[in-house]
């Protein structure tokens, strides 16, 4: 099978189709598609109801760190976004849960003016994570100033991003990301007598069939 590559630009007027342009020095390229990696978060589990699940951290702590660095609520949100997924046993794209967000409220928003609490924070989220921000470092907050984004979806297509609007950009990644199916493990902290469940985390790019 033929290689399939395929460029795009993203400008004030759109999203355009073009021919290659002169290779770019600076890229950010997201094998697989991967915008975050698998990601473990524990949860306690209630004594009473065992299927009732509290966040309690991510691991490791310099990535809960940065999360809260670019949203102090952030790690919450995430937490809520990986149960739902859990909950409802399959992928789920990123939209569906926007709307699953927005009617649930679990972090008990003030939505009586329409804000896009979630939509808003996610966007910021998902802009930091590809622009600089990593789950295993330290992050400064600052974003790399390049304008080509990679997509490499598998060995086979490849879309290469031309970034000159960075909300047109992250628009069209919306539309084809999804939280992937977690996977959950049972731990018990003997020593502090901690029930904790730990469910990973991670996000994709994944072309939506018509």
């Known amino acids: 099978m033929k290689n399939k590559t395929e460029h795009l630009l993203f400008d004030d007027n759109g999203v355009h189709k073009i021919t290659p342009p002169v290779k770019s020095l600076n890229k950010i390229c997201l094998k697989n598609g991967i915008v975050l990696p698998p990601i473990d978060f524990y949860f306690k589990l209630c004594d ?10 991510i ?17 919450q949100i995430l937490a809520a976004i990986l149960l739902i997924t859990h909950n409802a046993n399959k992928d789920l794209s990123i939209n569906e849960l ?13 939505l009586s003016f329409g804000h896009p609490m979630y939509e808003n924070k996610i966007i910021h989220f998902l802009e930091s994570m590809i622009y600089g921000c990593t789950t295993t470092q330290p992050w400064n907050g600052q974003y790399l100033q390049t304008i080509t984004v990679v997509i490499k979806e598998n ?24 939280v992937c199916l977690p996977v959950s493990n049972r731990n018990d902290t003997a020593d502090t007598k901690e029930r904790l469940i730990t469910i990973q985390l991670s996000i994709k790019y994944q072309t939506q069939k018509a």
């Open 155 to 178: 060995k086979d297509n490849e879309i290469n991003c031309h970034v000159y609007n960075r909300y047109g950009f992250i628009k069209f990644l919306l539309d084809n990301l999804m």
């Open 59 to 75: 691991q490791p702590l310099v990535c809960q760190q940065n999360f809260e660095l670019i949203d102090s609520q952030l790690p």
């Open 48 to 57: 009473s109801d065992p299927k009732q699940l509290s966040f309690h951290k």
């Open 98 to 110: 926007f709307k699953i967000l927005k009617a649930t409220n679990p972090l008990n928003y003030d």
